[in-house]
């Protein structure tokens, strides 16, 4: 069977054999008995920066590297001699200098005699795909000398679960445990090993939320994960003993020094309930004999006194948010705030102050933390006013965020430049004069929603009144059954 159709003549198959010449990717070269050039596609000029015009008839020694030259001829004499067809690698100088390394393919054409008459070489440029293999070993070292120079335990898992790479703070933290009996490690079996519940891995590896786990050696390790690209996943360990130790014994001195203040206030009480009283008294039964300036003198110790023992009680409110056992329970809001109410009669009474109740939904909570916090927010609300008739409007939804409650005043509102200061403890705005207070109250909110883990905060500008936001999370865990 012809393989080209009897419509092509020779003329047709010599433009042919040409242009496919010139358009492959593949350089060709080839060489006469003389081995000089006879032909040097456009490949060839493109690996080369040399013209054909400028390489046929010569022969091929500028292409050669200096030290490759004697090799090469000998490449050259060994096809010559007819031992084809053969493959080898070399290098090419382009006339730029630079160096580029060529797979050729190298086969003769024969005369009917048996002797070679050229020599072809059909060569792939190599030089791109060399150089992207240097380049990853380069990254692959890089990789390894960064993960090895640090204190992070550090493994990465390819995509279906075992150890690709790993440094030698991996192999210290867990020694003799990194690798199973076939040599192997398997994601899943060192995270099962450690922490037992796989769901819990599931968490650090898609939230990324950090888990902890003990060690043998009494240790405590944070692990973290992260996928990385090509579904690969990697863990970076922790150790964080030194900080566990450092916090267990801050939280110890805190519990201490909270302890200590406690008691100290609450050792307080008792001589200040005496000067009162034995002033009161002295008062009565010598006031009418006294000048006015005495009298005045005796209104400041009384005033001192008194602000003293609100100072006591406030703070001794806001140490017991932590010192007293607190059980977590479902709360009905409305009634909550009804009870609140009535404990604020006097001051809703003198301020004629109205309390509008929005949606009450209930909360999973602890009841007196809720009670206390709905009392300083509504205190505050009727307090913080220009002497206007107080409107507050308390409300509770279950929103996206958790449970949110809210408590939205028309009074003298807050520069948001304080919004933050203003729930830490002795932080006031305004003098005593204008506004009675110690500064407390916003500061045992705010620690009562901590213990819930959630958040509070206010939005206000100045003369718009302001509305206290404070979001909880809906449903209680049970870590937190027990605040
Ligand atoms: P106190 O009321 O005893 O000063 P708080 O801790 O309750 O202490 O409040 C801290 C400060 O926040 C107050 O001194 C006041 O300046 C500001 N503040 C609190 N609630 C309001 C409010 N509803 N409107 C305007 N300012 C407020």
């Known amino acids: 069977m012809p393989l080209v159709a009897e419509s092509f003549d020779r003329d047709d198959e010599l433009s042919f054999l040409s242009t496919v010449l010139d358009t492959v990717d593949a350089l060709v070269i080839a060489l006469d008995r003389d081995r000089r050039i006879v032909r040097f596609n456009r490949a060839c000029e493109r690996a080369s920066g040399y013209s054909a015009e400028e390489m046929l ?17 000998l490449i050259v004499d060994f096809l010559l001699a007819g031992n084809v067809p053969y493959s080898v690698e070399t290098h090419w100088q382009a006339k730029d200098g630079s160096r580029r390394l ?49 204190d ?14 790993w440094n030698s703070a991996f192999e210290a933290m867990f020694p003799g445990h990194a690798l199973s009996n076939d040599g192997s490690l398997h994601l899943t079996d060192h995270l099962k090993e450690r922490i037992g519940d796989l769901d819990d891995a599931a968490d650090i590896l898609g939230a990324g939320s950090p888990i902890e786990f003990g060690t043998a050696g009494e240790r405590t390790i944070r692990c973290s994960g992260r996928r990385v690209l090509g579904g690969g996943t990697i863990l970076v360990h922790t150790d964080i003993s030194d900080l566990k130790q450092a916090q267990a014994a801050l939280e110890k001195t805190n519990q ?18 005496s000067i009162t009283g034995f002033c009161e008294l002295l008062r009565e039964k010598h006031g009418g004999d006294l000048d006015a300036e005495s009298n005045r003198y005796f209104d400041f110790v009384t005033d001192g006194a008194n602000r003293l023992t609100t100072l006591v009680q406030d703070l001794l409110s806001y140490a017991r948010v932590d010192s007293e056992d607190r059980k977590i329970g479902r709360i009905d809001c409305r009634e909550t705030l009804e009870e609140v109410i009535r404990h604020l009669e006097s001051e809703i009474r003198q301020s004629g ?41 308390v409300a509770a939804e279950n929103r996206p965020e958790g449970w949110t409650l809210s408590v939205k005043d028309n009074g003298i509102g807050i520069d948001p430049r304080h919004a933050d200061r203003i729930f830490e403890p002795f932080k006031r705005l305004h003098t005593r004069q204008a506004f009675p207070g110690s500064g407390i109250g916003l500061a045992i909110c705010k620690k009562i929603v901590d213990r819930h883990h959630g958040r509070i905060w206010v939005e206000s500008a100045p003369g718009q009144g302001a509305t206290f936001y404070v979001a909880l999370p809906t449903r209680p865990s049970e870590d937190r059954a027990n605040l």
């Open 256 to 273: 201490e020094l909270e302890q200590f203040a406690y008691l100290a206030l609450h050792d307080l009480k008792e001589p200040l309930r």
């Open 102 to 150: 060529i797979a050729w393919t190298n086969n003769a054409i024969v005369s009917d005699s048996g002797a070679v008459q050229y020599v072809i070489g059909t060569g792939i440029d190599k030089t791109g795909q060399r150089d992207a293999e240097e380049q990853a070993r380069r990254n692959d070292r890089l990789l390894r000398g960064a993960i090895d120079n640090t």
């Open 57 to 73: 008839g010569e022969e091929p020694w500028m292409l050669v590297p200096k030290e490759e030259r004697r090799a090469f001829e």
């Open 353 to 393: 102050a109205e309390i509008e109740a929005g949606p009450m939904s209930p909360v999973w909570a602890d009841h007196a933390g809720i009670r206390l916090l709905l009392s300083n927010l509504i205190g505050n609300a009727i307090k913080y006013q220009e002497g206007g008739r107080p409107r507050v409007r």
């Open 152 to 165: 992070a335990g550090i493994v990465i898992f390819d995509a279906g679960g075992l150890a690709a790479i």
